[in-house]
Structures are given as C-alpha cells and as structure tokens.
Antibody
Framework: EVQLVESGGAAVQPGGSLKLSCVAS????????MHWVRQPPGKGPEWVSLISWDGGSTEYADSAEGRFTISRDNNKNSLYLQLRSLRSEDTALYYC???????????WGQGTMVTVSS | ATQLTQSPSSLSASVGDRVTLTCRAS??????LAWYLQRPGGPPQLLISDASTLATGVPSRFSGSGSGTDFTLTISSLQPEDFATYYCQQFNSYPITFGQGTRLEI
C-alpha cells in the first residue's frame, strides 16, 4: 500500500522557521515528482511547490517563492519543505502529494499542521 | 497565474439527484484540469483528471467534460457519501492553481 506520512508541523512565532518532512512507502519514490499543497483552516487547498524525481527541477507558488525551499532525499524516501520568515497567513495543514496512476494528484498524506502566531 | 472560478459556491441537493458543477479558467488550459472531492477531516481525493478521465476506483456516476476555459463535473445520481466539497485544479501552467470550491449539501 502506498503511504505518505508528513511530520514537523508545529506552532511558531511570526518570522520563525520550520522544516516539514514527508516519508513515502509502498512505491519507487525516486520515480515521482513530489508536491506540497497547503490548506488554511476553513479554506480551499493551495498548491505550494513541486520537485522533480531527481531534485533537478523545482517550482513554487508566488506565496512561497524566496521563503520556502523544497528538497528530497531519494535514499531516505523523503521529501522536505523548509519554511522561513513565516507569516500568519502561512497557517495551514501542509500535505505532500504525488501523481502515481493518474494524471493529477492521486496520492496524498494526511497532512501536518503549521500554526504561525504570536 | 491562471484563476479558476467555481460555481455555484454551494448547492443543496437530495440523494438521487443529478447535479452539475462548473469550473471556469481565466485563460485557456487545454484539458489540463482535475476534479477533487474533500470530506471534512480528510485530504482531497482525485475524481477526474485530464478534464474527463475517471480516476482509478472512482464510481462511474462521476463524469467530467470541457476544454479550454469551461469545464463541468456531473454526478448522475447523488449518493450520501457524495455530500462534500469539490475543487477543480489546473495543471496547464505554473503556478498550479485550485478553484475556491463548491460545497454540496443535503
């Protein structure tokens, strides 16, 4: 069974930093482009970033550009998202996701919560 | 960025009803559109990719159509488990974007 498990979410103060992790199992992790998607409480999802199978290509939402960094370690089946200069509007549930058998995001984790508040 | 506008924002319906949800893109996105269902407390679940391709394991009462800027998701006969929030998402260009959602209520 394919599984994605996120961790690293926490409550932080504005301006703080955090590193999120996502561990994948049940698939050949290094075959897939990986995504981060976030969802603020009570709102719709917002795509954040993606990284290609080999880490050679990345894309970011405007809201993440310059503050967030996506990376991966294929030897550890792990995806990361480094969050910096956090703002209250970054408060959200952060999901990792991938396209496996369909031409859209068909595998999702359960998410890890980031709360930015003083 | 490509904006996606979903309508209606909420919809009341009954079990057995046929409903159609709409997603309009601010610029042409070919058929690079997906539909998701989200129930409270869970992640989005893929229903449709490439505007009209049913995702693996999704019941055939769900169908999608459209290309360019106008897309629809149709549920032919609502079941109790279909009452949830639906989102469209475009993959045509970066940044990838989602619509604001349609909440389907009993």
């Amino acid at each position: 069974e394919v599984q994605l498990v996120e961790s690293g979410g926490a409550a932080v103060q504005p301006g703080g930093s955090l590193k999120l992790s996502c561990v994948a199992s049940g698939l050949n992790f290094d075959h897939y482009t990986m995504h981060w998607v976030r969802q603020p409480p009570g709102k719709g999802p917002e795509w954040v970033s993606l990284i290609s199978w080999d880490g050679g290509s990345t894309e970011y939402a405007d809201s993440a550009e310059g503050r967030f960094t996506i990376s991966r370690d294929n030897n550890k089946n792990s995806l990361y998202l480094q969050l910096r200069s956090l703002r209250s509007e970054d408060t959200a549930l952060y999901y990792c996701a991938l396209r496996k058998d369909n031409d859209a995001l068909d595998i999702w984790g359960q998410g890890t919560m980031v709360t930015v508040s003083s | 960025a490509t904006q996606l506008t979903q309508s209606p924002s909420s919809l009341s319906a009954s079990v057995g009803d046929r409903v159609t949800l709409t997603c309009r893109a601010s610029q042409a996105i070919r058929s690079a559109l997906a539909w998701y269902l989200q129930r409270p407390g869970g992640p989005p679940q893929l229903l449709i990719s490439d505007a009209s391709t049913l995702a693996t394991g999704v019941p055939s009462r769900f169908s999608g159509s459209g290309s360019g800027t106008d897309f629809t998701l149709t549920i032919s006969s609502l079941q109790p488990e279909d009452f949830a929030t639906y989102y469209c998402q475009q993959f045509n260009s970066y940044p990838i974007t989602f619509g604001q959602g349609t909440r389907l209520e009993i």
